[in-house]
Structures are given as structure tokens and as C-alpha cells.
T-cell receptor
């Protein structure tokens, strides 16, 4: 099993560009979520999904869109990148009622 | 709003000694609490969890204590090893598996 796979690992964007961060899991987990991690801070929830076709906002959703067309994939879209979105992004998946979400290795995004 | 925080940002421990990492939380309705370990350049890794109706849980070399009266959580690591060096996060879970993370404690093991 690959677990949770994020691509790319590193990305540099110019202000105003758009891009999609990919996240895929092969564990048939219902729950998937996106977090961002900034220096000196814990992970903050951006968006999450409790199943295919269902998404909801987390703590810091502005500037990001998500969709969940399949159980396996949960892409995160930056519509118009801003320097404030420079961060490390983590995708996670879990099973309902089972603790301990599995995290991907992260995508380090720099917006210049 | 609700928050989860840690008492100290850094902790240095002699190799072989026990480590205690503390965490305070504010949401009295949290369903359970989780400790994660994050090594440099990697995603958080699940260590141990504890349900809100428990006050202690033990794993391999780790023990989590929950004091609901003062809303305090601690992670004890026995006989710390160099591989225990990492940032440790506590997180609480309330509904729909949403995690709220603390800011983390960096544990450094002194040889």
C-alpha cells in the first residue's frame, strides 16, 4: 500500500497563478482532509470531506477549493496564489470512528 | 474559539531519561485526543490516542494521561532514544474526525 500520496513535493508559484495540489489514498478511507502548516504553528484545517461528493470548510478555507469525485482523490485548488499561501500542505485520510489519520509527506509551496 | 495548546515550545532530555510533553485544551466536548510525532520533512505520524472517557492509556514506551478536570493532556516517553527527536503535537477530535492541533513541542535528545 502506498498510503497517502501527495504531489508535487515542492512547488514555486508566482502571485496570481493557479494550481492544483494532488492527494490520493489507496486505503478506501471515507474521510480526507487538507491542512496547512506554517512556522511555529500547528496544522490548520483548510477543507475536509466525509465521503465522495461531500466537502466542507475547515478553519482557513479562503483562497482554496476542493472536490471529491472519487473516494481515492481529494485535490486542493489554489485559484489565485498569494504570498500568504506560502506554506507546507498536508493531506490526510482516516476511517470513520477510527482515530489516527494517515498523513501524506507534504507539499512545500512557495508563492513569490 | 476552541484551542489546543502546548505549555513549552522546546524540551531537551538526556538520552535514556523519561520525557514528559504537556498539552492544554479548551473544548470540554472533545471526543478524543491524539498525539502525533513529526520528524523533519515528514508528515505527522500517529503515536497514541485516548478517548475522553479514559484517564490513562499506555503504548509501547509511551503513556498518555488525561485530566479532564483541568483540561490537561500529557505524553510520557520512557527511556528516550535519539530517534525520539521530533516535534510532538497534541490534537483533539470533535465530530466528523476534524482535528484541531496544538502548536507543537520540539523534543531534543541529548546524547
Amino acid at each position: 500500500n502506498a498510503g497517502v500520496t501527495q504531489t508535487p513535493k515542492f512547488q514555486v508559484l508566482k502571485t496570481g497563478q493557479s494550481m492544483t495540489l494532488q492527494c490520493a489514498q489507496d486505503m478506501n478511507h471515507e474521510y480526507m482532509s487538507w491542512y496547512r502548516q506554517d512556522p511555529g504553528m500547528g496544522l490548520r484545517l483548510i477543507h475536509y470531506s466525509v465521503g465522495a461528493g461531500i466537502t466542507d470548510q475547515g478553519e482557513v478555507p479562503n483562497g482554496y477549493n476542493v472536490s471529491r469525485s472519487t473516494t481515492e482523490d481529494f485535490p486542493l485548488r489554489l485559484l489565485s496564489a498569494a504570498p500568504s499561501q506560502t506554506s507546507v500542505y498536508f493531506c490526510a485520510s482516516s476511517i470513520k470512528g477510527v482515530t489516527g489519520a494517515f498523513f501524506g509527506q507534504g507539499t512545500r509551496l512557495t508563492v513569490v | 474559539g476552541e484551542s489546543v495548546g502546548l505549555h513549552l515550545p522546546t524540551l531537551s532530555v538526556q538520552e535514556g531519561d523519561n520525557s514528559i510533553i504537556n498539552c492544554a485544551y479548551s473544548n470540554s466536548a472533545s471526543d478524543y485526543f491524539i498525539w502525533y510525532k513529526q520528524e523533519s520533512g515528514k508528515g505527522p505520524q500517529f503515536i497514541i490516542d485516548i478517548r475522553s472517557n479514559m484517564d490513562k492509556r499506555q503504548g509501547q514506551r509511551v503513556t498518555v494521561l488525561l485530566n479532564k478536570t483541568v483540561k490537561h493532556l500529557s505524553l510520557q516517553i520512557a527511556a528516550t532514544q535519539p530517534g525520539d527527536s521530533a516535534v510532538y503535537f497534541c490534537a483533539d477530535v470533535f465530530g466528523n474526525e476534524k482535528l484541531t492541533f496544538g502548536t507543537g513541542t520540539r523534543l531534543t535528545i541529548i546524547p
